[in-house]
């Protein structure tokens, strides 16, 4: 079936510095990926929809300047946390659409700030 | 709000035992699908259904699904500590695309 490939699955990084996370559709073409975030003991949130050659469309509430999203192309899309704060510690997942069938997910990336 | 509201919340069994989870849901739907997430891991799909099925199997899984109840069920048959996880619901309407997810039910499974 296909696949989702995220990367990394964990960092921890220092405060202030900026972390980036990939996510690649490896045998299909994703136009559209999804980024999400999971708190401990809850459901995952859609922070941002990610449009290949498009800029990405934001949740409400989700910063854009902070969380930057980048689909250069119809297999990556990349998330950077920048300036990564403590409470940006969170677990992140992607999603790609295979447009024949449906939402791939990512394998998730625990990112630690401290 | 969400889309998808999984119940109970939390679920505690002994092994052998039948574990049953639903999910509600507010507005028509496309399809639904049921995955399950391990302390810390990303999500594995489970079942695809759509609204146009009723039941599905897959294994120890059947799933069922009651359009006119807005309302959905994952029985896991002869549970084994290995199924302890998170389950969550997930709904997709429209073209979007998009899953939409529920707060999942927390099922621990006791050896």
């Known amino acids: 079936g296909a696949v989702v490939s995220q990367h990394p699955s964990r960092v921890i990084c220092k405060s202030g510095t900026s972390v980036k996370i990939e996510c690649r559709s490896l045998?299909?073409?994703?136009?559209?990926m999804f980024w999400y975030r999971q708190f401990p003991k809850q459901s995952l949130m859609l922070m941002a929809t990610?449009?290949?050659?498009?800029?990405?469309?934001?949740e409400q509430g989700v910063e854009k300047d902070k969380f930057l999203i980048n689909h250069a192309s119809l297999t990556l899309s990349t998330l950077t946390v920048t300036s990564a704060h403590p409470e940006d510690s969170s677990f992140y997942i992607c999603?790609?659409?295979?447009?024949?069938?449906?939402?791939?997910f990512g394998q998730g990336t625990r990112l630690t700030v401290v | 709000s969400q889309q998808g509201e999984e119940d109970p919340q939390a679920l505690s069994i002994q092994e052998g035992e039948n574990a049953t989870m639903n999910c509600s849901y507010k507005?028509?739907?496309?399809?639904l699908q049921w995955y399950r997430q391990n302390s810390g891991r990303g999500l594995v799909h489970l079942i695809l259904?759509?609204?146009?099925?009723r039941e599905k199997h897959s294994g120890r899984l059947r799933v069922t699904l009651d359009t006119s109840k807005k309302s959905s069920s994952l029985l896991i048959t002869a549970s084994r500590a290995a199924d302890t996880a998170s389950y969550f619901c997930?709904?997709?309407?429209?073209?979007?695309?998009?899953?939409?997810f529920g707060r999942g039910t927390s099922l621990i499974v006791h050896p």
């Open positions: 997930a709904t997709e309407s429209g073209g979007s695309y998009i899953p939409t």
């Open positions: 990610s449009n290949e050659g498009s800029k990405a469309t934001y």
């Open positions: 045998d299909f073409q994703a136009t559209t």
């Open positions: 999603s790609a659409v295979d447009p024949n069938t449906e939402a791939f």
């Open positions: 507005t028509s739907i496309n399809n």
């Open positions: 259904i759509r609204s146009n099925e």
